[in-house]
């Protein structure tokens, strides 16, 4: 996981394929690496034109507990080995990029902390999906999404036993802390020291508000390992410091649209993020391409989809004279045509 720059890794794959009407709010099952594999590839695709080092094999709620939830536990399988072998294809397409192939395990929804009888299922699940991943050849595994820094370090222990690389961020709700009550600095410190290469943040929060508590972490010195911080596209803020905070109950996460970032806010996250130390960095719920762009060029890359980048000199209103003289004879539009106004 060693790196002279910051790892730029691709999340948000529930999301993004919720919007292209592949997956279904409220179970949020990945089945449609089973039936339609192409479209889950060419997302793959579209995150590494962008800009993304790592294809993370789309296996989020890709456990028993989500797919008993639709009937399709006999899947589980089958599921997870096909998209290991889906992110493998992609990472295999580019052979010059020297991307990472990531495995993905996540939050069970089942973590009772007094309960040994759901630690244990959690942890046979981890099990099952870090063989295959490790049979897969992974070259790490994404543990996130934890709220429970308990199912964290659940989740780490059964990595390190595999003996893989582990990333391993946390989901932090409104009151700043995990479930069990433990501030940011001090779990991500406990994850550090039991073994974790890179720890830190993801989801739950947008930019803004998810730098505000690793900035914490920072300033608490705690933390020895590099950083992570990828946070969902939605413009999170003081009032509402989790995406989930802007719905209401019946149209929970069906109506996030009008909150979604520019891409000039993750522009801007990357740049901060960087400032503050932090060596890998991504997007996760309501990312899409072109906030992965907008971190890499901020960073100062040009991803292949960097040639599709906006040009407003080639606009026929906002472009240069000279750009649209094939259009005017006097090299401009006319000032009743295009928004009224005169270049």
């Known amino acids: 996981m060693a ?19 592949y997956v279904q709010i409220g179970p949020f099952v990945p089945d449609v690496v089973l039936s339609d594999p192409e479209v ?69 929804t089942i973590y009772i902390s007094e309960d040994p009888n759901s630690k244990k299922e959690i942890r046979d699940m981890y099990i099952e999906q870090l063989t295959w991943a490790k049979e897969a050849n992974v070259d790490y595994v994404i543990a996130e999404t ?3 820094l308990g199912e964290a370090e659940i989740a780490l222990e059964v990595i390190k036993e595999f003996k893989l690389p582990a990333v391993v961020t ?20 406990r994850l550090s020291s039991q073994g974790a290469s890179v720890v830190g943040l993801n989801c739950a929060r947008g930019p803004k508000t998810i730098l505000s508590l690793l900035k914490e972490v920072v300033q608490s010195g705690r933390v020895k390992c590099p950083l992570a911080c990828l946070p969902v596209g939605y413009s999170t803020d003081e009032e509402h410091l ?4 802007f719905s209401t109950r019946d149209r929970k996460y069906t109506d996030l649209d009008h909150h979604t970032c520019t891409r000039y806010e993750f522009g801007d996250f990357a740049k901060e993020a960087l400032a503050l130390g932090v060596k890998y960095m991504g997007t996760c719920c309501g990312g899409a391409p072109h906030h ?23 606009h026929f209103s906002y472009g240069q004279k000279e750009s649209l003289s094939h259009i005017h004879p006097e090299g401009t539009v006319s000032k009743n045509f295009a928004y009224g106004e005169k270049m």
């Open 292 to 314: 992965v762009r907008a971190i890499a060029e901020a960073l100062g890359r040009k991803p292949i989809s960097s040639q599709f980048s906006a040009n407003l000199a080639l």
């Open 3 to 21: 790196s002279p720059e910051p790892i730029i890794c691709a999340e948000g794959y529930l999301f993004e394929l919720e919007r292209r009407g």
């Open 146 to 148: 934890f709220s429970d």
């Open 40 to 108: 889950v590839k060419q997302l793959h695709r579209e995150f590494v034109r962008a800009g993304s080092d790592v294809v993370e094999a789309f296996t989020y709620y890709g456990h028993r507990t989500k797919l008993r939830l639709i009937g399709k536990e006999h899947l589980v399988e089958n599921l997870n080995r096909t998209a290991l072998r889906l992110a493998r294809e992609i990472v295999d397409e580019f052979p010059e990029k020297n991307l990472l192939l990531a495995g993905n395990i996540c939050n069970t």
């Open 170 to 189: 946390l989901a932090i709700h409104t009151t700043n802390k995990t479930i069990e009550g433990v501030s940011v600095p001090e779990a991500l410190e």
């Open 242 to 245: 989790t995406f989930q905070s």
